[in-house]
């Protein structure tokens, strides 16, 4: 469970500095780490104070999930823009990031009051473990698991999502099945869930359109994420992004 009254988490260690934007730190040097804080505000206008800032926790020695990537940029501004349909006066039950490593999307998600469940590979406690410190730098509850595509894990079972999140997790063609398998069968057991992913296009619309045939699902929305992304973001963000929203082809809406 995330943020454990025992979680002994130094933030001391890591020193951090702010520019505009979704801004960096220095990167402490024995750690390796840096916080990158995220500004989320109507209009990309901080002076407003409407919004809120989530800060990250990043370590640039490891691997994939431990880093923000431009995906995730992305999902998070789609969530905060459309944060009525996240917010827990709706219907909402629950939110589940799959692959979250960083899990930006899920926290944009859980600051706007949704109930949020993030995952990521159970064979990589580290990324866990920095998902569990970086809900307690911004004093968020959500729960952290490991599920591990295509693994059917006794915690599979413990979710009940009406949205899973998926930021960059369509990146390597062996994991596609897995991820699938894993993303249908949880919208099989929620009935309306929809799966929203962003991902880097790579092969123009042929990848979903191959995804969505094989797995009975379709997309109710297709966009260039960076239609969605204020300029301020876009501009260090590279490459094309598309955003998906998915549901089974039986979905009613
Ligand atoms: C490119 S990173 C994206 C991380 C984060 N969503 C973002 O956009 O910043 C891919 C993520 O998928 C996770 N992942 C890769 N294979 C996985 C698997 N088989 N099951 C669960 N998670 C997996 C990795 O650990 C990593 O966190």
């Given at each position: 469970?995330?943020?454990?009254?025992?979680?002994?988490?130094?933030?001391?260690?890591?020193?951090?500095?702010?520019?505009?934007?979704?801004?960096?730190?220095?990167?402490?040097?024995?750690?390796?780490?840096?916080?990158?804080?995220?500004?989320?505000t109507?209009?990309?206008?901080?002076?407003?104070?409407?919004?809120?800032?989530?800060?990250i926790?990043?370590?640039?020695?490891?691997?994939?999930?431990?880093?923000?990537?431009?995906?995730a940029?992305?999902?998070?501004?789609?969530?905060?823009?459309?944060?009525?349909?996240?917010?827990?006066?709706?219907?909402?039950?629950?939110?589940?990031?799959?692959?979250?490593?960083?899990?930006?999307?899920?926290?944009?998600?859980?600051?706007?009051?949704?109930?949020?469940?993030?995952?990521?590979?159970?064979k990589?406690?580290?990324?866990?473990?920095?998902?569990?410190?970086?809900?307690?730098i911004?004093?968020?509850?959500?729960?952290?698991?490991?599920?591990?595509?295509?693994?059917?894990?006794?915690?599979?079972?413990?979710?009940?999502?009406?949205?899973?999140?998926?930021?960059?997790v369509?990146?390597?063609?062996?994991?596609?099945?897995?991820?699938?398998?894993?993303?249908?069968?949880?919208?099989?057991?929620?009935?309306?869930?929809?799966?929203?992913?962003?991902?880097?296009a790579?092969?123009?619309?042929?990848?979903?359109?191959?995804?969505?045939?094989?797995?009975?699902?379709?997309?109710?929305?297709?966009?260039?994420?960076?239609?969605?992304?204020?300029?301020?973001?876009?501009?260090?963000l590279?490459?094309?992004?598309?955003?998906?929203?998915?549901v089974?082809?039986?979905?009613?809406?």
């Amino acid at each position: 469970m995330a943020n454990g009254e025992g979680d002994q988490y130094d933030s001391s260690r890591i020193a951090s500095s702010t520019i505009a934007g979704s801004a960096t730190s220095a990167v402490s040097d024995e750690t390796m780490t840096r916080i990158s804080r995220h500004y989320f505000t109507n209009d990309n206008d901080r002076s407003s104070g409407d919004g809120f800032s989530v800060d990250i926790i990043e370590n640039i020695q490891e691997e994939y999930g431990m880093f923000v990537w431009p995906c995730a940029i992305a999902l998070a501004e789609y969530v905060w823009q459309q944060r009525s349909r996240f917010s827990s006066k709706s219907v909402v039950e629950g939110v589940d990031q799959l692959g979250a490593g960083t899990s930006l999307p899920g926290l944009v998600a859980a600051k706007v009051g949704a109930n949020v469940t993030l995952t990521d590979d159970s064979k990589n406690p580290e990324v866990l473990e920095n998902m569990r410190k970086t809900c307690h730098i911004n004093g968020l509850r959500c729960r952290v698991l490991g599920l591990t595509w295509g693994e059917w894990d006794p915690p599979l079972f413990s979710l009940s999502p009406d949205f899973l999140l998926g930021a960059d997790v369509l990146y390597d063609n062996s994991d596609f099945d897995d991820l699938f398998a894993t993303a249908t069968f949880l919208m099989k057991n929620c009935p309306g869930c929809v799966f929203i992913t962003a991902y880097h296009a790579r092969s123009g619309h042929h990848l979903i359109e191959y995804l969505m045939s094989k797995w009975g699902c379709k997309c109710t929305r297709l966009l260039d994420a960076f239609s969605t992304v204020p300029p301020t973001k876009a501009s260090n963000l590279h490459g094309s992004i598309q955003l998906a929203e998915i549901v089974l082809n039986d979905h009613i809406t």
